[in-house]
């Protein structure tokens, strides 16, 4: 295996998890994601002996047949100590987001465990890398480890088993160079049960359903899933929306079907929906009449994402278009179809740019042509979400092959209203000034 | 805030849970026998389908018949980027290519 000096250990990682630990990896020092020949052909002159090393030297006895690491067992109950002993054990562990964290302890995992019905022992999933098995009690453990409540349960089952699952692609996006960031949207009576903030500072700390939501996942992921800062999740810069993004649809006010109903469900069920944005921009609206709404999200594309996109604004938007006649199948077209950029300036143009897969239909005939940025208006959804202002938000997610939003319906336990009655009444009550 | 979840603080000592998941077993798998010498095989050469990916294997293969002048090289590139090839709809075209070469150099680039 060639690898970059750099991914080394993630190389390794890699193997080890699909069951091969000893594949023979010769690191290279040609810079990531090459486009100048010369400066492969040099990468590989260096290390061109290791190669021919790797390719023709007999199998030492650990690689024709690998022996099973021992690694350190972990009992249930894994440390005892005092609040700032456990954040500091949890720290040096890797268990943690840096942020300190709430004691897992039997009775507040017992107390979390109070908003399901599934046996703690159910698998909801297995989370890549490492393929961990997010148990009922495990998602429940990092629960509490991130502050959420009991009544968050439902959806953070719902967010594991979307995040488990193919199509959201989180063995990619969870450990790319791109940094991308598990974005959730919550629909349905559920938001207002647990009060998730649709409205004004949604994405902001301060709710502690958008804020422990996002946390616990983030912390699932790591922990469940194994991918370590540098080892797996190769990350470049990092995203801070690992912390948290969270965001409910404001349903109420919107003049469109809700995201979970265009997903296939009922409009009295609640769903998560996840994709993976790395970057969010609130613009300034180009004018607060539909076309000026809808210029806004089209001139503000990047060429070269070329998918998965998230077109958020607010409900009085949402009625401005509504009202002139755009239904979301037709923004989703008209976005796709006329969210352009010159084929110059697009980065399959360009050497060193896309992918060695190219699309034909990014292939235009002349450079002064232009290209569709985003092809498949299958791959915009529109969110209705925000409290009062000028400002659209555009989450921008990649052009992956086979990733999409995915929706899971939240399933609520028995008990719910007694639950939602007990931990409902958390609501800040800001000082009058 | 302070729920019964969230009660216990401060100094008291707490019994914490593990956080971190068990694993199903993953079966070992030894890596397959090198050829003694390159003369005369047939060295296949996987392209992840990133960009440098084709830029370096193209480095080594032309390294590798340079040093190897009887060695044959055979190109595979993957059918969908950052998927493993044997759940992509290629699976059986890798089969089929990966029983032909003697041995393969991987470029997972990045």
Same mark, same amino acid.
């Given at each position: 295996?060639? $690898? ?23 690191? *290279?020092?040609?810079?990531?994601? /090459? ?25 030492? $006895?650990?690689?024709?047949? @690998? ?17 700032? !002993? ?15 964290? =709430? ?33 009922? !009690? ?7 480890? $991130? ?22 692609? =989180? ?6 160079? #791109? ?44 922990? %469940? ?26 349903? !109420? ?28 921009? *609130?613009?300034? *609206? ?23 996109? /998230? ?39 360009? *050497? #060193? ?33 925000? #409290? ?24 609520? @336990?028995?008990?719910?209203?007694? %639950? ?10 800001? !000082?009058?000034? | ?6 009660? &216990? ?18 079966? +070992? ?25 084709? +830029? ?13 002048? &009887?060695?044959?090289? &055979? ?31 991987? &470029?997972?680039?990045?």
């Amino acid at each position: 295996m060639l $690898a970059n000096e750099g991914f080394v250990t993630d190389g390794r990682s890699a193997s080890s998890n699909k069951g091969m630990p000893v594949v023979r990896i010769v690191p *290279q020092t040609v810079p990531c994601e /090459c486009s100048v020949k010369e400066d492969a052909e040099a990468g590989i002159g260096q290390v061109m002996a290791q190669i021919l090393d790797a390719l023709a030297s007999p199998l030492t $006895a650990e690689e024709a047949s @690998p022996k099973k690491k021992e690694s350190e067992p972990l009992s249930r109950i894994v440390f005892k100590g005092d609040l700032g !002993e456990f954040n500091r054990f949890f720290y040096k562990r890797g268990w943690g987001d840096g942020l300190p964290l =709430l004691p897992p302890t039997e009775e507040a995992v017992r107390e979390m465990l109070t908003g399901t019905d599934l046996p703690s022992d159910h698998v909801v999933g297995k989370i890549e890398p490492r393929y961990g098995k997010a148990t009922v !009690e495990k998602i429940a453990v990092n629960a509490v480890m $991130a502050g959420a409540l009991p009544t968050y349960m439902p959806i953070l089952i719902a967010c594991v088993e979307a995040v488990t699952e193919q199509l959201a692609q =989180l063995g990619a996006y969870g450990t790319s160079t #791109g940094s991308w960031t598990p974005f959730w949207i919550i629909n349905g009576a559920v938001r207002n049960d647990v009060r998730v903030n649709c409205s004004s500072g949604s994405m902001s700390p301060g709710d502690i359903a958008n804020a422990a939501i996002g946390r616990a996942m983030g912390l699932i992921i790591k922990n %469940l899933g194994g991918a370590r800062k540098a080892v797996e999740d190769m990350g470049v810069y990092g995203n801070p929306g690992k912390y948290s993004s969270v965001i409910g649809e404001n349903e !109420e006010n919107s003049p469109w079907e809700p995201l979970h109903v265009e997903h296939g469900l009922a409009r009295d069920e609640s769903a998560v929906t996840l994709f993976f944005p790395n970057c969010y921009s *609130q613009i300034w *609206q180009y004018g607060s009449d539909d076309r000026g709404i809808l210029n806004t999200f089209i001139y503000n594309l990047q060429p070269g994402r070329g998918g998965l996109s /998230c077109l958020i604004m607010t409900p009085h938007h949402a009625k401005t278009l509504a009202g002139k006649g755009w239904t979301k199948p037709m923004i989703r077209k008209f976005v796709s179809e006329f969210g352009r950029v010159v084929a110059y300036r697009h980065p399959s143009s360009h *050497q #060193g740019g896309g992918w060695t897969i190219k699309r034909p239909e990014t292939v235009p005939p002349s450079g002064m042509d232009t290209v569709a940025i985003i092809p498949n208006p299958d791959l915009i959804k529109i969110l209705v979400a925000g #409290g009062p202002g000028a400002f659209l938000g555009l989450a921008c997610g990649s052009g992956m092959v086979g990733a999409d939003f995915v929706t899971k319906k939240i399933r609520l @336990p028995a008990n719910w209203s007694k %639950l939602v009655a007990k931990y409902r009444n958390l609501v800040p009550a800001y !000082e009058k000034y | 805030m302070n729920t019964g979840a969230q009660a &216990s603080r401060g100094t008291a000592s707490h019994e914490v849970l593990s956080p971190w998941a068990d694993v199903d077993p993953v079966p +070992l798998r030894g890596i397959t026998p090198r050829p003694k010498d390159l003369a005369g095989k047939k060295i296949g050469l996987f392209s992840n389908g990133k960009r440098a990916a084709a +830029l370096t294997l193209t480095a080594v293969e032309t390294r590798l018949k340079e040093q190897v002048p &009887s060695v044959e090289t &055979s190109w595979y590139t993957s059918t969908k980027i950052n998927t493993p090839e044997i759940l992509t709809e290629g699976k059986a075209r890798f089969e089929v290519w990966v029983r032909g070469v003697d041995a393969v150099v991987l &470029s997972v680039a990045d």
